[in-house]
């Protein structure tokens, strides 16, 4: 899910800013083509919800690199403004998830945007069904008399 959140923060990256903006999500250790956004997944915590239910939480950190240092601070705040709506939803397939937790700020010595997001979800965990084989249900009345002895075939139980 990671991997796909990281495709879909690029495609949206993409589709804001053009081709002339390089999109990286893996570390560069040189030759970095300005302007350019790194994209990184900060640590992805999961929470149990009720039943078979849990809450991932993804926070990102895309990080934008000005083309120009020396009016940087006003770059990446003009690039921070359309993060905030490009980012606001992302698609995967058919799933739709919205950013919140949106904040930036910018190291002004530097000169490069922090941009930070999260994008949570709820997963389901599959719970396999075991059908029964049988089973037979008795009835007495008060007086010791029985009578009903029913037996079925194909009821479904869950297995947690």
Known sequence: MIQAILTAISISLY????????????????????????????????KPLLGNRYL????????????SKEKGREECDKVAE?????????????????????????????????FFVNYDNLLWKKQEEVKMETYQTKMKLKGGTEFGTKTRKGSKERKP
């Open 15 to 46: 589709q804001t800013f053009g081709e002339d903006y390089e999109i990286y999500k893996e570390e560069v250790k040189q030759d970095l083509e300005e302007p350019c956004f790194f994209i990184s997944c900060l640590q992805s915590t999961r």
């Open 56 to 67: 991932q939480i993804n926070p990102f950190c895309i990080q934008y690199f000005p083309k």
């Open 82 to 114: 359309q993060m905030f709506w490009c980012l606001e939803w992302i698609s995967i397939g058919d799933l739709i998830l919205r950013g919140t937790q949106m904040w930036y700020k910018v190291d002004e010595e530097e000169a490069i945007l922090h």
